[in-house]
């Protein structure tokens, strides 16, 4: 992979490990928070609701992360596979129906935004608004198409074993 592409999906992986540590903490804070004002009875609204927002960053900006990171399912059945002809194989359509997934998925996502943005719906607690959820739904999706964008061209640059099978392939 070019040296662009590297620094640029690092430096993407480090946006989104920002995203979900900060998801993290709202949700810390905000259910401490909710438990205080619920506890002591404090005449303020409930601000838990921002702990469930902050889900949505941390669920699909992470699934971003995990795409990355190779902490998929399909990561067993490609470390134990023996050949390295089923290796490729199978890194190559574990890629492609992640760029398949993430760009379907960032696509509905975006209907979805845009039908937030449209209706001005806001959630109940604390009156935010929907489509800050929706937004991280159908950033987190875009991130994941790069990811597996770059992951298709990394595997397809590591070699076309199918052009040049031999016996140690097999």
Not at 104 to 112: N, P
């Amino acid at each position: 992979m070019t040296d662009w592409a590297t620094a640029f999906e690092r430096r993407l992986y480090s946006i989104e490990n920002f995203v979900c540590s900060a998801s993290l903490l709202v949700m810390l804070v905000t259910v401490t928070v909710g438990v205080c004002i619920r506890f002591f009875d404090l005449p303020i609204p409930n601000v838990a609701e921002w702990a469930i927002v902050a889900m949505s960053p941390l669920t699909f900006v992470g699934a971003a992360m995990c795409s990355r990171m190779k902490m998929h399912i399909s990561v067993d059945f490609i470390e134990q596979a023996r050949s390295k002809l089923l290796k490729w194989t199978a890194h190559f359509i574990v890629a492609t129906l992640m760029l398949g997934f993430s760009v379907i998925y960032a696509w509905l996502g975006w209907s979805l935004f845009e039908d937030a943005m449209r209706s001005g719906e806001n959630l109940l607690d604390m009156g935010t608004p929907l489509y800050v959820p929706i937004f991280f739904f159908f950033a987190g999706m875009v991130a994941m198409g790069i990811h597996g964008l770059l992951d298709l061209a990394r595997c397809v640059r590591s070699g076309w074993p199918l052009i040049s099978i031999n016996e140690e392939a097999l």
